[in-house]
Structures are given as C-alpha cells and as structure tokens.
Nanobody
C-alpha cells in the first residue's frame, strides 16, 4: 500500500492550495480518510476527515476555510485549503483511518 500526498508549497497568507492524496495497493472508497498536519515542534493533529459516504469533519481552526473531498473513481482524496494562515504551516499527511497506512507528507508553508 502506498499513499502519496502532493500539492504543498509556499504560499502567502490568504492564498490557496489543493492537496491530493493518491493511493495504490488499496481501494480508498470503503475507508474513512483523514488529513493531518504536523507543525514544527508540535504533535501531529487531525485537520479534516471524510467518511466513505462523504460526510466530513473539520478541526475548529480550519472550518470554513478547508474542504475535504474524495474522488473514488480516481482513488484520491483532496484537501482544498483557502484563506491560508501562517499557523497552517506544517507537513500534511493523508491517512487511512483505523489503519497503519500514512502518506509520506507534503510541506505547506504559509508566509505572512
């Protein structure tokens, strides 16, 4: 099983990025998927999750700015991030919930 997260980069505050998590070796559609963030010197934290049926949950600090979605035909999960803030900086990982499968992460840096 491989999960590859990509789409990170350097963006100014207020900007947008779209992260993608593509999977091989596993069909994502039956699984709850999550995006996590690890800021420098901080613990990894949940940012958003999406159930197999499409219902989503968000951390309080990203509600209204981030949107998680999934495309089962492409076996891919997305995280649309708008209104980015410097505190959103970190390495973002995708995760197949309730498994040990994690993507390698993609770095998001938001400059003020």
């Amino acid at each position: 099983v491989q999960l590859q997260a990509f789409g990170g980069g350097l963006v100014q505050a207020g900007g947008s990025l779209r992260l993608s998590c593509a999977a091989s070796g596993i069909i994502l559609s039956p699984h709850k998927m999550g995006w996590y963030r690890q800021a420098p010197e901080k613990q990894r934290e949940s940012v958003a999750s999406i159930h197999s049926g499409g219902s989503a949950n968000y951390a309080d600090d990203v509600k209204g700015r981030f949107t998680i979605s999934r495309d089962n035909a492409k076996n891919t999960v997305y995280l649309q991030m708008n209104g980015l803030k410097p505190e959103d900086t970190g390495v973002y990982y995708c995760h197949v919930e309730w498994t040990d499968y994690w993507g390698k992460g993609t770095l998001v840096t938001v400059s003020s």
